[in-house]
């Protein structure tokens, strides 16, 4: 299963906030007014008609060099990289709303992904098991090297709670496809007890009795089975629709990059971590006729979609992916002699016209900025893949939406003149916002663009609330540094997501569980 970890990485895409420590006397409330769920709709000046003929002229340059400066250098964005954006002719601006997790549609799935095969409930761990999950978090083996340092008695604690319950020998118990309690999964309940740099919940399980859940393994005889998860939305939980399908636990380049980024970022390095991580580079490297090829898993990927009548979704990224469908590990493929399987990792999003749909990674939202805010019920729709030569591994459907209507077929773009400008005055924004005096006090921040999409994005839906706008969206990748009077210099990076209609900052859809907004 890929998974995604809240590690300190995580707590590095906070480190402003967490620097106000240091900092506290340069915390000042913004003097505007802030702007929260604004969506006050389409103007008509901001609506055009379907285009078949004319690409729109943003004047997107195709290499963007150029430095901008905010209060006299207080805040500094730099940017030298290559832009490719495909030819845009319509960008619509498209209604959605979530779509329920029915018995229905959880059968459906059900059925094509155990096509056959019995189904039973996710049954509890074993004492010996659990004893394994332990042993390889205090050894801080695989992904649990992220740990050193950090008080891991919570965790292993819960686990010795579980050990107390837990049975000697798994006991199955056949099920159907329909949908129940919430269960909630060992690594789940453990999780939870993390450190400020592992802490995570769950998009699978929300403490409650409703009958919104669903967790089974399909029996193929196998020693390690796949495994079913879904869940319905439920706006009181904060649940979105999602599925999973997952065989085992498989990684791709994007986690990678995540991992590498992390490192450079905390200066966090030991030698078991990075043993690890070598092993899984060599493993995405795999080469030769036992790995199957990029076309050939993009096919596959979209014979997927076709069987599950599942249209509208263009190919965001496609992406080298390694693992074991017979990995069990929390830790994460931390088995030393463990063989990996290599293939694709294939991500979709709904298409919006010329655009595709962007799901942001999790980060921190920014809500005291003096600028328009775009705050949506629910995260961009997304599907993800990951298919070996010996077939499909993991199939991720999060945030199931359902298309209501077109508000737009077509609309009036800023120019990438005007955005970047919008760029630079939201990174300005979020600094002030939070370091108004840190200029006084010998801070600065100096951020560099690494990427630029044009992509769509959800916001709210005006006067809607149960609904979403799928709209067209510039996505910024930026890196940067902070020169804190107190601390030298911190190195962190995030993604901004600016509406490409006015410039608005769309916030990243945040689990309250996390104590955030």
Request: proline letters at 4%; hydrophobic letters at 35%.
């Amino acid at each position: 299963m890929m998974r995604y970890r809240i590690r300190k990485q995580v707590i590095s895409a906070i480190c402003i906030l967490a620097c106000g420590v240091n900092l506290a006397a340069c915390a000042k409330t913004p003097e505007k007014k802030i702007v929260v769920d604004k969506s006050e709709g389409l103007s008509k000046e901001n609506i055009l008609p379907k285009e078949t003929d004319t690409p729109k002229d943003l004047k997107i340059p195709e290499h963007w060099q150029e430095r901008m400066e905010r209060s006299d250098g207080y805040v500094t964005v730099e940017a030298d990289c290559q832009i490719q954006i495909q030819e845009i002719y319509n960008t619509p601006v498209y209604s959605y709303e979530m779509r329920h997790m029915t018995d229905k549609l959880l059968k459906k799935l059900c059925d094509y992904f155990s096509d056959g095969d019995p189904l039973y409930k996710e049954p509890a761990m074993t004492k010996e098991a659990l004893q394994a999950q332990k042993d390889d978090i205090i050894n801080m083996r695989g992904q649990w090297a992220w740990e050193e340092g950090n008080d891991i008695s919570p965790m292993t604690a819960r686990i010795d709670e579980l050990i107390e319950k837990a049975p000697e020998e798994e006991k199955r118990q056949h099920t159907e496809a329909k949908l129940v309690e919430p269960q909630q999964l060992e690594v789940e309940s453990v999780n939870e007890k993390g450190t400020s740099a592992s802490r995570m919940y769950s998009k699978y399980y929300y403490e409650t009795e409703e009958k919104i859940g669903f967790a089974a393994r399909v029996d193929k005889g196998q020693e390690v089975n796949p495994m079913i998860r879904a869940i319905n939305y439920n706006d009181k939980l904060g649940s979105t629709s999602n599925f999973l399908y997952s065989q085992g636990t498989f990684i791709d380049e994007k986690w990678m990059e995540k991992n590498i980024t992390s490192q450079e970022i905390l200066e966090f390095h030991n030698e078991y971590y990075d043993n690890y991580l070598e092993r899984l580079k060599i493993g995405l490297a795999q080469e030769g006729d036992g790995i199957i090829q990029k076309e050939d898993a993009l096919e596959e990927a979209d014979k997927v979609l076709e069987a599950l009548s599942l249209k509208g979704y263009g190919v965001t990224d496609c992406f080298k992916a390694t693992g074991s469908p017979e990995s069990v590990s929390w830790g994460y493929l931390d088995e030393e002699n463990q063989t990996l399987t290599t293939g694709y990792s294939i991500y979709y999003a709904p298409k919006a016209g010329d655009l595709v749909g962007y799901e942001q990674p999790f980060q921190r939202p920014y809500e005291e900025v003096p600028e328009t805010i775009y705050a949506p019920s629910f995260s961009t729709e997304g599907i993800h893949m990951i298919i070996t030569k010996e077939g499909l591994q993991l199939f991720e459907w999060t945030n199931l939406a359902k298309k209501k209507e077109a508000i737009a077929e077509n609309t009036k773009l800023l120019s990438f003149d005007e955005i970047k400008e919008k760029l630079a005055d939201h990174l300005f924004y979020t600094i002030i916002s939070s370091f108004s005096e840190g200029k006084e006090q010998g801070c600065s921040f100096h951020y560099k663009v690494a990427d630029v999409q044009l992509r769509a994005a959800n916001i709210p839906a005006y006067e809607d609330q149960e609904a979403v706008w799928l709209a067209p969206a510039w996505v910024f990748k930026v890196k940067y540094d902070m020169v804190l009077s107190a601390l030298g210099t911190k190195k962190n990076e995030e993604t901004v997501v600016l509406n490409a209609i006015d410039g608005g900052y769309v916030m990243p859809k945040v689990d309250h569980r996390l104590g955030w907004p």
